[in-house]
């Protein structure tokens, strides 16, 4: 599997990224410039966490409209994977890849913690290394992930299984205690709908192995080398 | 032209911000003070003289990025340099 990984001035998780990707799949992603027209042949693009152009405007406003996000909405179409944590989650809806938007934090505060999640579906590129409706422990780093979509938009999304994961209680409940940031519906992770792009806002890549306290991250990698070799 | 551009956010919208704007104001004695949204203010000079190209110069820089049309509104007035 070779994966792209694109860098954004203020992207801080890319090499994050780089480092989980390279103890999965065995190779080196290629680090892409925000910049760059070209981006390389790849099995799946990630869209890493930070604070692309210091979150001007709207957090992931301006990433959306780099250069180099002409060429992954275009591969993103065409079906290739493409993985946004955090501010990548929020440049995938600023793009309109993903439906719906991230707004400020409920309490306006930027949140770093572990949270409880809920894996809705395993039978997904990203998930099928988990138990479907498994609680994992991934953190969250962030002050605009508060997911807000119109009723009609969350009925679709609803309707058609499009939830990756939910933020629950340690018994796996929707408990508003167990939101950190006010989403609508709990939603933590969005696919769209053919299932090739994923957004969420918790960070994977950051409990990926033991030494970080955990390794519930790692299986949307080891999920994704399996999916596409 | 000059292009004076607010983008507030549609009405059902929460808005934390607005929120505690307005707490502020009470904790400073402004009472009667309800509801507050809040929300951005863009200048642009458009080097366009024609009013109806400029009209649709605009929308098409708020629809395309200055404002997220799914919790954001726009409004704004053109002004002759």
């Known amino acids: 599997m070779k994966a792209a990984v694109v860098v954004f001035p203020g992207s801080n998780c890319d090499r994050d990224a780089k480092t989980v990707l390279t103890q999965v799949t065995g190779k080196a992603p290629a680090m892409v410039w925000h910049g760059d027209a070209e981006l390389p042949e790849a099995d799946l693009i990630v869209l890493p966490g930070g604070f692309s152009y210091g979150d001007y405007l709207r957090s992931g406003a301006m990433a959306a409209h780099s250069p180099i996000m002409r060429e992954v909405i275009a591969r993103a179409k065409a079906g290739t994977p493409v993985l946004g944590i955090c501010n990548g989650f929020q440049v995938l809806t600023e793009t309109g890849l993903l439906p ?121 990698f080891t999920s994704l080398l399996e999916a596409l070799h | 032209m000059k ?53 649709a110069e605009v929308e098409r820089m708020c629809e395309e990025l200055l404002a997220n049309t799914v919790i954001e509104n726009y409004s704004y007035e053109l002004e002759a340099a």
């Open chain 1, 100 to 220: 719906g938007v991230l707004m400020r934090n409920r309490s306006l505060r930027f949140i770093c913690k572990d949270v409880r999640l809920k894996v809705e579906r395993n039978d997904t590129i990203y998930t099928r290394s988990y138990e479907a409706g498994e609680i994992v422990t991934i953190p969250i780093a962030h002050k605009d992930g508060n997911y807000f979509a119109d009723d009609e938009t969350l009925a679709r999304v609803e309707g058609e299984g499009l939830v990756a994961f939910r933020y629950v209680s340690e018994s796996g409940g929707l408990d508003d205690d167990a939101n950190p940031n006010g989403s609508q519906h709990n939603i933590a992770g969005l696919y769209n709908e053919r299932g090739n792009v994923l957004g969420m806002m918790p960070h994977p890549e950051r409990l990926a192995e033991p030494a970080l306290g955990g390794t519930d991250g790692a299986k949307i």
């Open chain 2, 3 to 55: 292009a004076r551009i607010t983008i507030t956010l549609k009405p059902g919208v929460l808005d934390p911000q607005g929120k505690a704007i307005e707490g502020a104001l009470h904790a400073l004695g402004f009472g009667g003070v309800d509801d507050v949204r809040q929300g951005k203010y863009i200048e642009v000079e458009i080097g366009e003289s024609d009013p109806d190209r400029a009209k």
